[in-house]
């Protein structure tokens, strides 16, 4: 026989799952608030989005979290940490069972162990920026998600946002960067490339014992298929070149910022009769002295990576005492 205690206790029970059915249909809506809660149901408009971390997940707008459960299904599937899943511009339907967030995009009541409708969208965008010349650069964002960075250099990160986001950079005054505007969704990958005008400046001072009449007191400097000569009809001889590294181009720009550049694999150069050579470097200086007859000689060094040979010709026996000091600087 059923005692009163038991139809009463059925009575309970009944009135217990008849509430907790109730709680799975979306009884909320708008863009907020977003209730706090482990077992509710609503429906959100705007670009919120649901994202996995390691031990919880969040309703976000944008980058600020709104509530959090302990995961996240999307497709009857469990999110894994970093992934999101966005509804925009259709609405979101979130029902929390028992502190798990269970979201659909159609408004279809959910199951547990079924699929549901959602739309399942990646929540970051990368952002690239290539800086070979280390010229300088920053990229802020606005729109679903907001922020900037800036650096020098090579660099890649991830902008987490739940819908578009309009991305604006620039270069410094010595350098251009393209584009310069970009729009993304997330799920989207954005290159910025920066292209800076940098030079090799020489300051050479070159010498001659006895320069007898005009370009005997010599120097010459060759860089890939281009060369350059300078003479003095005294025994002390300066010049100053420019080097476009872009273009391998001789060049004269203005107000260019110089730091000194040391070569490496500094080599004797020698051609003809040469009797003597000697080539010495100390940081960015690289200085040679010798004699010989008809003959060249002087060095090769590789300077932000262009090889490039300095030497004199030595035309005759009384031409002694030859050479130059070469001065080596990085500008932008």
């Keep these: 026989m059923i005692a009163l205690r038991d139809i009463l206790i059925f009575a309970g029970l009944a009135m217990v799952a008849v509430a907790f059915i109730a709680s799975l249909f979306p009884v909320r809506e708008g863009v907020s608030p977003v209730p706090a809660c482990s077992d509710c149901a609503f429906k959100l408009t705007g670009p919120y989005s649901i994202v996995q971390y390691g031990n919880y997940a969040a309703v976000q707008l944008g980058e600020r979290q709104l509530a959090r459960y302990g995961w ?25 069972v028992g502190g798990v967030a269970y979201v659909s995009c159609s408004g279809a009541e959910p199951k547990l162990g079924n699929k549901i409708t959602a739309t399942y969208n990646p929540s970051k965008v990368t952002v690239v920026v290539r800086d070979p010349a280390r010229g300088g ?7 679903s998600a907001s922020g900037s960075r800036s650096g020098a250099g090579d660099a890649s ?45 020489l300051d050479i001072t070159f010498y001659h014992g006895a320069p007898y009449d005009y370009c005997r007191n010599n ?96 035309v005759l026996r009384a031409d002694r005492r030859q050479g130059a000091d070469v001065y080596f600087y990085s500008c932008s």
């Design 72 to 96: 996240a299904y999307v497709d009857g599937q469990p999110l894994r940490p970093g992934d999101a899943a966005s509804c925009y511009p259709q609405p979101m339907y979130v029902w929390a």
């Design 137 to 143: 650069w920053s990229v802020a964002w606005g729109g």
């Design 157 to 201: 990160w991830e902008i987490t946002t739940a819908g578009p986001i309009t991305l604006t950079a620039a270069a410094n005054s010595k350098c251009r960067i393209s584009p310069q505007y970009a729009a993304a969704r997330p799920g989207d990958r954005v290159e910025f490339v920066v292209e800076c005008s940098r030079y090799l400046k």
């Design 219 to 314: 120097a010459h400097v060759a860089w890939g298929s281009a060369s350059a000569s300078f003479c003095s009809r005294s025994n002390l001889g300066y010049a100053e070149l420019w080097i476009d590294l872009a273009t391998g181009q001789r060049a004269q720009p203005a107000g260019a910022a110089c730091s000194p550049a040391a070569p490496t694999s500094v080599e004797k150069y020698s051609w003809g009769y040469v009797y003597y050579l000697n080539v010495e470097q100390a940081g960015n200086r690289v200085s040679f002295r010798g004699d010989g007859f008809a003959a060249q000689y002087g060095f090769s060094a590789t300077v932000e990576g262009m090889r490039i040979t300095v030497y004199v010709v030595d």
